[in-house]
Structure formats: structure tokens, C-alpha cells
């Protein structure tokens, strides 16, 4: 929100007070920069349904009925895997190496206290919320067990569906034509 807002007071400035091609210029750099702010910053989400999964990526959104995951994965990234061997980021869920040394720091502490929880696989209790995974990885169990959960539904059938973010790539292609011309008669 901040570097919206930014963007807005520097760009609302020449538009206010610019002079000549200014304001143009000053617009269609908006026309770029809110489109392209706002993809990266607030549009990426995931949600999980007992039907599907929709991921909400800065550039597309897809949707996928349980019955076509194959397998949801953190590595250096979140990936989910359908039946037909296609893979999607999930870039609302981030994986931080960071945290999973702390968490297995956590961990290792916690068994030489002789917690239980902490010899069970996962971690210990991914619903009772032990601090065991870190946080994208936790996101990550539970939509693999979502996925485990409701794959055999009758209403998580279907096929994956991926819709581009025409509302985003519009006004960025727009503004970017607009730049190139301003800029080359100015």
C-alpha cells in the first residue's frame, strides 16, 4: 500500500504540475506502475475449498479440482502438480529457508526436551499449531492433506481452467505503448 501510495504522490504531482508532455508521460508511467504494483503486491492468493483450488497469480488465476492435483510441494518455491504433469507456483505462499532453520532448531530443541510432538512426522500436529514447520510449509501440509482429503469427492471433478489477468496485462501494454510513443516524439 505504500508504494501505491508513493506512486500516486509522485505521479499525481506531475500531473498537477508538470508541464508540456509531463502529465502524458507522468500517466502513462501510472498506467504501467499501479497495474504492475498491484499484481505483485496484492493480487497473489490461494484458495482451498473442499472442491478446488484457485491460485490467484499476478498474471493468471487458475483453477484446479482436487481430482487433477497430483502432489502440492514447497522446495525453493510453492508448486502444485496436476494429473497431466503441468506445474503452478503459488506465489501467496512463500517459502522461507530462514524459517525452516529456525523451525528445525525448534525442533531439534524440543526433542532433546523430550517433547512427543516433536518425533511425529510433520512436526507435530500441524492443527494444533506447533511452532515444529514453518510457516509456508504448514500452508503447504494442509492443502496437501485438502488435497488427500477431497480428491476422491464426486464434486472435485473437473478440469483444470486458467484465465489470464487481462485486467492487469491491459492497462500495462497500454500505458507501455503510450510511453514508447511520448517518449520518442518528446
Do not use: C
Not at 11 to 40: C, K, N, S, Y
Not at 133 to 149: K, N, P, V, Y
Amino acid at each position: 500500500m505504500l508504494l501505491l501510495a508513493l506512486t500516486g504522490w509522485i505521479g499525481g504531482d506531475a500531473l498537477v504540475r508538470g508541464e508540456g508532455l509531463t502529465p502524458w508521460v507522468a500517466l502513462a508511467g501510472l498506467l504501467v506502475l499501479v497495474p504492475l504494483i498491484v499484481a505483485f503486491t496484492l493480487r497473489p492468493a490461494v484458495f482451498a475449498d473442499d472442491d478446488r483450488l484457485r491460485v490467484r497469480n499476478p498474471f493468471r488465476t487458475i483453477v484446479l479440482p482436487w481430482q487433477t492435483v497430483a502432489d502440492v510441494r514447497a522446495g525453493y518455491s510453492s508448486e502444485v502438480f496436476t494429473e497431466d504433469g503441468a506445474t503452478y507456483q503459488l506465489w501467496a505462499v512463500p517459502v522461507s529457508l530462514r524459517q525452516r532453520k529456525a523451525a528445525a532448531r525448534r525442533r531439534s530443541r524440543a526433542i532433546a526436551a523430550g517433547d512427543p510432538a516433536a518425533t511425529r512426522p510433520g512436526g507435530g500436529g500441524i492443527a494444533r499449531g506447533t511452532p515444529h514447520l514453518a510457516s509456508g510449509d504448514r500452508t503447504i501440509a494442509e492443502l496437501r492433506g485438502l488435497s488427500e482429503q477431497s480428491g476422491h469427492r464426486p464434486t472435485a471433478a473437473g478440469e483444470p481452467r486458467v484465465r489470464w489477468a487481462y485486467e492487469i496485462a491491459g492497462p500495462v501494454l497500454v500505458g507501455a505503448v503510450a510511453l514508447v510513443v511520448l517518449l520518442a516524439v518528446g
